[in-house]
């Protein structure tokens, strides 16, 4: 078990589909974070939210719209994907201190997506 | 951002020490180093980290090269649960930079 819940387990949606994944954590972290990893390949960052604000966004199309309601919170949100969005969608948090990512970050066990 | 080179794959025999090489000859003075594995269908798994001084913590030893080039995640009795890709990561103290993974080691233990 983590300490970070991510739901749900398992996704499938089609292109056409809306859709949203979910992130809790209540260890008090005021970072937040979603990775992407592809099969057989490491965790790709994607975005970044410190103190509730977007902190950093890696070029990721607009069809992932990432939102971050409190500070336990995390949402990504899905729009008009494609197949090969189909991935491992991790979310992680961490503390932050002196607005650095320099804590150790605690990952979710992440949502399988799968788009037809 | 410095990079680290690891072995693609290693593999161990249960209940003997293994020895997890990393290089980082770009190493900065401010980055830390830090160890991640990712078991079989869950997410990574914080280890260890450390700066110059090797560190030990109830997973898991750290042991630093002396010019910081490199560095050895030990892991003193193998155990099938230990099965795992593990990432060495560098981690700049004071950056806006967050935990880029490289490509890992896949380690299998045998029993």
């Known amino acids: 078990d983590t300490e970070v819940t991510q739901t749900p387990k398992h996704l499938v949606m089609g292109m056409t589909n809306k859709k949203s994944l979910k992130c809790e954590q209540h260890m008090g972290h005021r970072a937040m974070y979603w990775y992407k990893q592809k099969a057989k390949k490491p965790p790709e960052l994607m975005f970044v939210y410190s103190y509730e604000k977007l902190s950093i966004n890696e070029s990721v199309p607009s069809r992932f719209s990432p939102e971050c309601p409190n500070s336990s919170l995390l949402n990504l949100h899905l729009h008009a994907l494609q197949p090969e969005d189909s991935a491992l969608y991790l979310c992680?948090?961490?503390?932050?201190?002196?607005?650095?990512?320099?804590?150790?970050?605690?990952f979710g066990n992440g949502t399988r997506l799968t788009v037809t | 951002d410095a990079k680290t080179t690891q072995p693609n794959s290693m593999e161990s025999n249960e209940e003997e020490p293994v020895h997890l090489p990393c290089n980082h000859s770009t190493i900065s003075g401010t980055d830390y180093i830090h160890w991640y594995r990712q078991l079989p269908s869950q997410g990574p798994e914080y280890v260890i980290h450390g700066l110059t001084s090797n560190v030990n913590n109830r997973m898991a030893s750290l042991a630093i090269a002396e010019d910081r080039k490199s560095s050895t995640l030990i892991l003193h009795r193998a155990t099938l649960r230990d099965a795992a890709v593990y990432y060495c990561i560098l981690f700049r103290n004071s950056g806006n930079t967050p935990l880029v993974f490289g490509k890992g080691t896949r380690l299998s233990v045998i029993a």
């Open positions: 992680a948090s961490s503390q932050e201190q002196d607005r650095s990512f320099n804590s150790p970050l605690h």
